[in-house]
């Protein structure tokens, strides 16, 4: 089956400066790779997503970049805020060799320090 | 408002009891998951859906069950024979391959 690895488990940043999260995946039929945020206590939330066709996917402060070849993708918050804080996701899913379910990262716990 | 409405919120009890998890969407989605969640780990797939009437047991499902008998319902029965049940519980629904929308989470404590 898939499996994703999360790297790094906790980041801690300074007020506007960059967080990158990375992941890599095993399955190379994956073809869609959303990010969640967690806050303390609450259900994940969609941030942004990238499907296998397309390279790198920016909405505002975040970014996402997809290499299919080495199997890898990424996360990228810039100017950091302290309301960035919380646990963050990765999965890849893939519907053809994994009936469409998520297979999830560990998790990344980010701090913005003010 | 659409969205997963998952109850009770908090939940605890005692060694040797089934306790029954409630999850609701009215998203209209076909798929719906139950997953759960221990400190420093990422989500582990329980039980999912993918239709009214039927389900797969997903990576961890032993001392789970569960039952989908109507489209918008699907709860989660934490058996007497889960021997480590303390834990985050998430149920998420979605439609195709795309975005899950979870739930804001049922925690249960054995005490």
């Known amino acids: 089956g898939e499996n994703v690895e999360q790297h790094p488990s906790t980041l801690s940043v300074q007020e506007g400066d960059s967080a990158v999260i990375k992941c890599t995946y095993s399955?190379?039929?994956?073809?869609?790779f959303p990010w969640y945020k967690q806050e303390l206590g609450k259900g994940p939330q969609l941030i942004i997503d990238?499907?296998?066709?397309?390279g790198e996917k920016k909405d505002q402060r975040i970014a996402v970049t997809l290499n299919k070849t080495a199997k890898h993708f990424s996360l990228h918050i810039t100017e950091t805020q302290p309301e960035d804080s919380a646990v963050y996701f990765c999965?890849?899913?893939?519907?053809?060799?994994?009936?469409?379910?998520?297979?999830f990262g560990d998790g990344t716990t980010l701090t913005v320090k003010p | 408002d659409g969205g997963i409405t998952q109850s009770p919120k908090y939940l605890f009890r005692k060694e040797g009891q089934n306790v029954t998890l409630s999850c609701e969407q009215n998203?209209?989605?076909?798929?719906m998951y139950w997953y759960r969640q221990d400190p420093g780990q990422g989500l582990r797939l329980i039980y999912y859906?993918?239709?009214?009437?039927?389900?797969q047991k997903g990576d961890i499902a032993e001392g789970y069950s569960v039952s989908r008998e109507k489209k918008e319902s699907f709860p989660l029965t934490v058996t007497s024979a889960q021997k480590n049940p303390t834990a985050f519980y998430l149920c998420?629904?979605?439609?195709?391959?795309?975005?899950?929308?979870f739930g804001e989470g049922s925690r249960l404590t054995v005490l």
């Open positions: 399955d190379s039929a994956s073809n869609y």
């Open positions: 998203l209209n989605h076909d798929a």
């Open positions: 990238i499907r296998s066709n397309v």
């Open positions: 859906s993918q239709i009214v009437n039927d389900f």
């Open positions: 998420a629904s979605n439609q195709g391959v795309g975005e899950l929308f």
């Open positions: 999965a890849a899913t893939g519907f053809i060799t994994n009936a469409g379910k998520s297979t």
